[in-house]
């Protein structure tokens, strides 16, 4: 339909309407829209602030060193304890995670958008949105059963390890990566792959020289994505990482993320005690890595160069 | 239309303000919830302990029956959210498996303490270690990491591996109080539910955790260990010959009225502690034949 006739159409329908119904048609859509982006907003404030009170409250009303906090690798709850080897556990299973997934993901992106565009997509997508409705849970329960065992019978160690967190992690991450990916390689333009495929390019050579370098920023976006989902993921991987405070000495040693103590501490703990505070501490690093992620993503798509 | 969208501005701030209170109030309006022991309505809020839940709540199931124009509602949450909320009155009873007097931020002077059963737990350790009996010298070598291998302790050529309790869990601090004599154990898998540890001890070779004593079936997925020669059983810890046991405890803020002491004095009652409580793998708290004080002091009863 041509613009023309368009506003023709549009004209026409809001003609036959008296003009007050109208007026409060308008007022009536534009209060649910703005109370719905007021609600959000205001849910993001205060979890924001009342993480900060609580979290802070670490620093400032029990006076532990924040700098102790950070960087101590002991933790029992009282005002000693130091979250460092949670942090580098979440950081190791984040960054190891994507790095199993990404390649993964990235590759049935490809596959999806520029191979098999028909049955890829009748197949890998109802893949995926399977993958994404699995709870985290059943992806714990299949990692206790199945992956930490084949970790301890056949390369060693308890099983329990960061190694099967990575897996289950990176399993449950690799559909955010990979439609992330997709969406962003369809929004290639076409005549930049025809401008490959006319100066004689193989479709691999397309693949590999155009389309993915112009895609590259969407798929850090797409990857930095799925690591944000792995930062804060909890229960699966509480389920196979062990829980060992303490910093891993290899891939298949055991380790504990920020997420897993709080789950495992939380109930134990009375509400303002010294132990109760360092979790909600816990919890404030995990909502600043969120930012972080949040402002990275940021950064890389304004870098986006089609 | 200007009313409209001042009453816009307001429905959105009235919602912003409720969303922040809602979240910030943890602290400040805990106070109105609580108080009515129910006696009028009839309901009342029993919470805490994790491990509790399946006897309190089954105690209130049989209870409702017998009586159904009362409400129970038992929640979980963990004994530290149990003693949190019934000292801030938001639960009519706080179940939790230690003493109150055990936590610093909670008011032990204010509550009462209810011992509606008492749970015995040993060491649980995987078949092939080869053990059955440790001396308690020797548990506190395996569980401080000062031995590392069972043929060490006269078990088979097995690496040890410990699985812990998360710290303030009830279960940890009974095993380390009267199994390890106060001792920390060293680092090890952490895990909070008993059926996990179970899993976690009977799949890996050389695994030991502790248990309570419903968790051991005859299945033997599980070795139960004895110490000093003491068998881990109901009989022994009623006669205070086997150390690791604890309370479960039900506080209330002050002494239970209405509805809240019939619960109770329900649950101290015969007909449960001599069949829901040992159905539920708990020993009655009525049968035991020694007595232990917030201290950890034992004395005949």
């Not at chain 2, 409720?18 to 943890?26: I, P, R």
Request: glycine share 10%; with cysteine.
């Amino acid at each position: 339909m041509s613009k023309a006739q368009n506003n023709e159409a549009v004209t026409h329908r809001l003609l036959k309407k008296n003009r007050s119904s109208a007026k409060r048609n308008e007022r009536t859509g534009k209060i649910i829209v703005f109370t719905s982006a007021a609600i959000i907003i205001a849910a993001t404030i205060a979890i924001t602030l009342f993480l900060g009170y609580k979290g802070l409250k670490t620093f400032f009303v029990f006076d532990i060193d924040i700098w102790n906090f950070l960087t101590s690798t002991t933790w029992d709850g009282t005002s000693e304890s130091g979250a460092f080897s949670f942090i580098f556990g979440s950081f190791a299973v984040t960054f190891l995670a994507a790095l199993f997934a990404a390649p993964i993901g990235i590759g049935s992106a490809i596959f999806m958008t520029e191979i098999a565009k028909k049955w890829g997509q009748k197949v890998l997508q109802p893949v995926i949105e399977i993958l994404v409705g699995i709870p985290s849970v059943v992806y714990g329960l299949i990692g206790v059963t199945v992956i930490v065992p084949l970790i301890r019978n056949h390369i060693g160690g308890l099983g329990f390890s960061l190694l099967a967190g990575m897996i289950v992690v990176g399993v449950m991450i690799l559909p955010t990566i990979t439609s992330i990916s997709a969406d962003a390689i369809k929004a290639i333009p076409i005549d930049i792959k025809d401008a490959a495929y006319g100066l004689g390019a193989t479709r691999w050579q397309t693949i590999y020289k155009v389309i993915i370098p112009a895609a590259l920023p969407s798929l850090m976006t797409a990857i930095v994505f799925g690591m944000a989902r792995a930062f804060g993921e909890a229960l699966a991987i509480q389920m196979v990482i062990g829980n060992v405070k303490g910093l891993p000495d290899s891939i298949t040693d055991q380790a504990a993320t920020l997420t897993s103590i709080i789950t495992l501490d939380m109930p134990h703990t009375t509400y303002g005690s010294v132990h109760n505070s360092l979790l909600w501490s816990l919890g404030l690093i995990l909502l600043v890595m969120s930012y972080v992620f949040i402002i990275i993503i940021r950064v890389v798509s304004s870098r986006r160069k089609i | 239309m200007k009313t409209f969208k001042v009453f816009g501005l307001l429905f959105t701030l009235v919602l912003m303000i409720g969303v922040l209170a809602a979240c910030g109030g943890s602290g400040e309006n805990n106070e109105q919830a609580g108080g009515d022991s129910g006696e009028s309505s009839g309901s009342i809020i029993v919470g805490g302990s994790s491990a509790m839940q399946p006897l309190i709540g089954a105690a209130a199931e049989q209870f409702m029956s017998e009586n159904p124009e009362v409400q129970i509602e038992v929640q979980g949450g963990g004994s530290g959210t149990g003693l949190s909320e019934v000292a801030s009155g938001n639960f009519d009873i706080g179940n939790a498996d230690y003493f109150a007097e055990s936590k610093d931020d909670i008011p032990a002077d204010e509550l009462v303490d209810h011992k509606v059963a008492v749970v015995g737990m040993t060491a649980a350790v995987h078949p092939e270690a080869g053990v059955d009996n440790l001396s308690k010298e020797d548990l506190k070598k395996v569980f401080t990491g000062e031995v590392k291998n069972w043929s060490e302790v006269g078990g088979n050529d097995q690496e040890i591996t410990l699985v812990n309790r998360p710290d303030g869990s009830g279960t940890r601090a009974t095993f380390n109080e009267f199994g390890l004599d106060g001792k920390t154990p060293a680092e090890g898998i952490t895990e909070d539910s008993s059926n996990r540890v179970k899993q976690i001890v009977a799949d890996t070779p050389g695994a030991i955790g502790y248990l309570a004593f419903s968790y051991f079936d005859d299945e033997g997925t599980v070795t139960p260990l004895s110490i000093d020669g003491v068998e881990p059983s109901d009989e022994n810890v009623q006669t205070g010959e086997f150390p690791i046991w604890a309370y479960q405890h039900s506080y209330t803020k002050g002494e239970p009225e209405g509805l809240t002491k019939e619960f109770l004095d329900y649950m101290m009652s015969e007909d449960i502690q001599n069949n829901l409580v040992p159905a539920q793998g708990y020993i009655p708290a009525t049968e035991m034949k020694v007595e232990r004080d917030a201290e950890g002091n034992e004395t005949d009863k």
